[in-house]
C-alpha cells in the first residue's frame, strides 16, 4: 500500500475557506454531501472550541455570502458540532478525486493552519501520483508525501 498525505488550499471550498479564516483552529471534517449540482451540506467539528471560538465561527456563517444555512448540532466540553449548507462550491471536491483515483481516505479530513489536510491509501505509487496530479488541477497543493506502508493503517 501506498499512504499519500498532501495538505492544500483549496480555493472557494467552504470547509477551506473556514480554515483561512480561522487559521489557528483545528477542524475536523467527517464528510459531506453533494445535495445537488453548487449545494454541498456538511458536518464539521471545531477541536478545543472555547464560546469565543464558537461564536465567532458562528458569526463567519451568519455573515459570509455562500452559507445558505447553518446550525450548532452539538456542545461538548471540547467540541463543537456544526451543520452548514453552502452553494459556494468549488468545481470539484477532493473528495471527488479521491474517489476518482480508487484511493481508501484515512482517518478524518482535518483543516487547520489554513490547509485542508487529507490522508490516503492507494494500491500502487503510479495511483498516488495521479491523484496528486489531479490534486493540482483543482488545489494549490503544499505538501505531498508518499510513502510505502501497511494497509493496517486504514483502520485506526
Known amino acids: 500500500m501506498y499512504k499519500l498525505e498532501f495538505r492544500l488550499v483549496h480555493h472557494n471550498c467552504p470547509t477551506n475557506q473556514l480554515a483561512r479564516y480561522f487559521p489557528r483552529v483545528h477542524f475536523t471534517s467527517p464528510g459531506g ?13 471545531i ?3 472555547t464560546d ?26 471540547d467540541r ?6 453552502a452553494s459556494c462550491v468549488p468545481n470539484t ?11 481508501f481516505k484515512i482517518g478524518n479530513e482535518v483543516q487547520h493552519e489554513g490547509l485542508e ?15 496528486v496530479e489531479d490534486l493540482e488541477k483543482i ?3 503544499k505538501l505531498c508525501k508518499i510513502t510505502e506502508g501497511s494497509w493496517a493503517s486504514v483502520i485506526n
Open 93 to 103: 471536491f477532493c473528495s471527488q478525486v479521491v474517489e476518482k483515483n480508487r484511493a
Open 47 to 49: 477541536d478545543n472550541a
Open 80 to 85: 463543537a458540532f456544526i451543520r452548514w449548507r
Open 117 to 131: 489536510c487529507w490522508t490516503v491509501a492507494c494500491f500502487t505509487r503510479e495511483q498516488a501520483e495521479q491523484l
Open 139 to 141: 488545489a494549490e497543493v
Open 52 to 77: 469565543e471560538i464558537v461564536d465567532a465561527v458562528m458569526y463567519f456563517l451568519d455573515t459570509t455570502p455562500g452559507y445558505d444555512e447553518f446550525e450548532l448540532l452539538e456542545r461538548t466540553s
Open 33 to 45: 454531501f453533494i445535495v445537488e449540482p453548487g449545494i454541498v451540506e456538511e458536518v464539521l467539528v
